[in-house]
């Protein structure tokens, strides 16, 4: 009987976790909605301060906890403030973004920052894939290059505050 206690608990836990870790996600993509555009002229630059969470889940519980908080946030961020178009580029971006980062997590290459690096320019690139289908055009390709060095600028700044958060899960323990 105990073994299934400890089981339910560990479920419990889990599930928990990954629920506080979507509010924290939810909250912060709320207050960046607050914050006036990063780079005015350039429409779509975002910091991405939920990828922070994303992050940490992916190095601190595995790829299908990070998946699912990823999921859940853009899901609920899109139903609350956004519409069915925007939810499907976020969707692009973000699960695009989440793949790479899983990837470039597993071959130990990178640190945390190069990891959100490379997630803030997959996210750019699979927003701009999804807008290329549905607008049929490749014109949307010039478009690219500022979306990279912005999605490597925010990568960074993210990648160094999940970093920083990291080193102190980690000390915890």
Known sequence: MSGRVNVSHSVAQRVALMAMMTALAFVLSWIERLFPPIAGAVPGIKLGLANVVVLIMLYHRGF??????SLVRVLAVGFVFANLNAMLYSLAGG?????????ARRTRWFSPVGVSV?????HNVGQ???AMLIL???LLVTYLPVLLV????TGIVTGVVATGVLRHLKERK
């Open 64 to 69: 299908r906890q990070a998946f699912v908080v």
């Open 95 to 103: 699960l695009f973004s989440l793949c790479v980062m899983g990837l």
């Open 118 to 122: 490379a997630g803030g320019v997959a």
């Open 128 to 130: 701009i894939l999804l």
């Open 136 to 138: 049929g055009s490749g």
């Open 150 to 153: 912005a999605g490597a600028v």
